[in-house]
């Protein structure tokens, strides 16, 4: 099999891949969300409530940042807001039953890409990548 990217170091060549990856789930779910809206109802489906502020901490991103995804993801009825008891400025993010079920619809997706990508490598390397990458190497 011929190496695509021959001089990447391995940091690139796992961003390429996941930008790739990235891509091809937009792709499949016709880019109704962008990344940024999709990792946040995925955390919040894991965790919620959860402020608005403590989402942009999770995911790394400005307040500005934050709060235009809410904005997008408030006017597709995925979330709702609620005023916090703790801090009048900040406001509590719950999930809505829209919410799950596209988290659930974006699941099958990647589940669809991941046999493909198994059938073109096979289930011993497919294995071998998530082992690897479950493992803890980064501080």
């Not at 109704?32 to 990792?39: A, D, G």
């Not at 946040?40 to 995911?59: A, F, N």
């Not at 005023?83 to 809505?96: A, F, G, H, L, S």
């Given at each position: 099999?011929?190496?695509?990217?021959p001089?990447?170091?391995?940091?690139?060549?796992?961003?390429?891949?996941h930008?790739?990856?990235?891509?091809?789930?937009?792709?499949?779910?016709?880019?109704?969300?962008n990344?940024?809206?999709?990792h946040?109802?995925?955390i919040?489906?894991?965790?919620?409530?959860?402020?608005?502020?403590?989402?942009g901490?999770?995911?790394?991103?400005?307040?500005?940042?934050?709060?235009?995804?809410?904005q997008?993801?408030?006017?597709?009825?995925?979330?709702?807001?609620?005023?916090t008891?703790?801090?009048?400025?900040?406001?509590?993010?719950?999930?809505?039953?829209k919410?799950r079920?596209?988290?659930?619809?974006l699941?099958?997706?990647?589940?669809e890409?991941?046999?493909?990508?198994?059938?073109?490598l096979?289930?011993?390397?497919?294995?071998?990548?998530?082992?690897?990458?479950?493992?803890?190497?980064l501080?």
């Amino acid at each position: 099999m011929e190496n695509i990217y021959p001089d990447l170091n391995l940091i690139d060549l796992i961003s390429e891949k996941h930008l790739a990856l990235r891509k091809a789930v937009g792709e499949l779910d016709g880019n109704r969300l962008n990344k940024t809206e999709t990792h946040i109802l995925s955390i919040l489906e894991r965790q919620e409530p959860m402020s608005i502020s403590e989402i942009g901490r999770r995911i790394h991103i400005s307040r500005q940042g934050t709060h235009k995804s809410i904005q997008g993801l408030l006017a597709q009825n995925m979330i709702t807001t609620t005023d916090t008891k703790e801090n009048q400025r900040d406001r509590n993010v719950t999930i809505t039953q829209k919410g799950r079920d596209y988290n659930r619809q974006l699941l099958e997706m990647k589940l669809e890409l991941e046999q493909q990508i198994v059938l073109r490598l096979g289930e011993e390397k497919i294995a071998a990548i998530k082992s690897i990458l479950n493992e803890e190497w980064l501080e």
